[in-house]
Each structure stands twice: as C-alpha cells, then as structure tokens.
C-alpha cells in the first residue's frame, strides 16, 4: 500500500551508524520500503518506531537499490515478526491479518 508514515530508522549494527526522520513510501503486513539517503547493507538490522506514538518494531534490510547514485537509496525492511496493525491503518488489507 502507498502511504507515507514518519517513522525513525536506527540501524542496530555499529558498524553502519545510522538513526533518522524519514517517510515511508509503501507499507504492509511484513515491513516498509523507504528513501534514506545513506546505503545501508542487505541483512542490516534496524528498529523501526512510529513517530505518531512510539511503538516500535525490529527488522532488518532486504533490499537497497540506488535511485540516485551515491545519494539516495530505495530500501526495503522487513519486520522481524509481521504485523498488520502496526501501522495503525484504519481498514488494512484482507492479507495483512497474520
């Protein structure tokens, strides 16, 4: 689904320091996939937290793809455990009931 959310991402690994305000560009029941402007590494483990409430949950990065080179990259998390009421969307997909 389409929706931006303000979230943090803080990456979890010491080695690839990284915690900022960004914007979903699609949800679901699994993860997210997001611009950061910095190049996280496939497997990288996150915590990702709502900036409407708090709530937070750890995942990990699936995919990094440039979009502009060396400047920005689409990223996609995926929960460590789904959840489809995460996102606190009002009606939610049938297929996001885990």
């Given at each position: ?36 402007p910095v190049q996280l590494g496939n497997r990288t483990p996150v915590s990702v937290e709502l900036i409407s409430d708090g ?44």
């Amino acid at each position: 689904m389409s929706l931006r959310i303000p979230i943090i991402v803080t990456s979890l690994d010491p080695k690839q320091e990284f915690r900022g305000k960004q914007e979903t560009v699609v949800v679901n029941a699994h993860g997210c996939g997001l611009l950061l402007p910095v190049q996280l590494g496939n497997r990288t483990p996150v915590s990702v937290e709502l900036i409407s409430d708090g709530r937070s949950k750890s995942g990990r990065v699936v995919l990094v793809r440039a979009v502009i080179e060396n400047a920005r990259w689409l990223v996609g998390l995926e929960f460590d455990i789904p959840a489809g009421d995460f996102w606190a969307i009002e009606n939610p997909p049938e297929d996001w009931r885990v």
